[in-house]
């Protein structure tokens, strides 16, 4: 059974950083494109970035480019996303996605975690 587990949310104030992960088990995670998804109060979940099975190649939505950050470690079957110059509208509860396909799409995705809530106060 695929599992994946996100950690690192939290409350902080603008201008702040902050480091998400996401443990991926049950799956084969080396073969697997990956992304990070969130969605604020009455919004849809949207797109935030996401990163190629080998961590080679990476994408970000306008908003969030230059300021958040998509890695991953094979070797631990996890990926992260460090968010620095945090905005409040960045407050949104946030998912990982596995995806066989790649994409941006939610629809595209196979596997979601629970999600982590983070807070950015003005």
């Known amino acids: 059974q695929v599992r994946l587990v996100e950690s690192g949310g939290g409350l902080v104030q603008a201008g702040d950083s902050l480091r998400l992960s996401c443990a991926a088990s049950?799956?084969?995670?080396?073969?697997?494109?990956m992304g990070w998804f969130r969605q604020a109060p009455g919004k849809e979940r949207e797109f935030v970035a996401a990163?190629?099975?080998?961590?080679?190649?990476?994408y970000y939505t306008d908003s969030t480019k230059g300021r958040f950050t998509i890695s991953r470690d094979n070797a631990k079957n996890t990926v992260y996303l460090q968010m620095d110059k945090l905005k409040p509208e960045d407050t949104a509860v946030y998912y990982c996605?596995?995806?066989?396909?790649?994409?941006?799409?939610?629809?595209?995705?196979?596997?979601w975690g629970q999600g982590t809530q983070v807070t950015v106060s003005s």
């Open positions: 996605a596995s995806t066989s396909m790649g994409g941006t799409a939610t629809r595209e995705y196979d596997y």
């Open positions: 049950g799956v084969s995670f080396s073969t697997y494109a």
């Open positions: 990163i190629t099975w080998s961590g080679g190649v990476t």
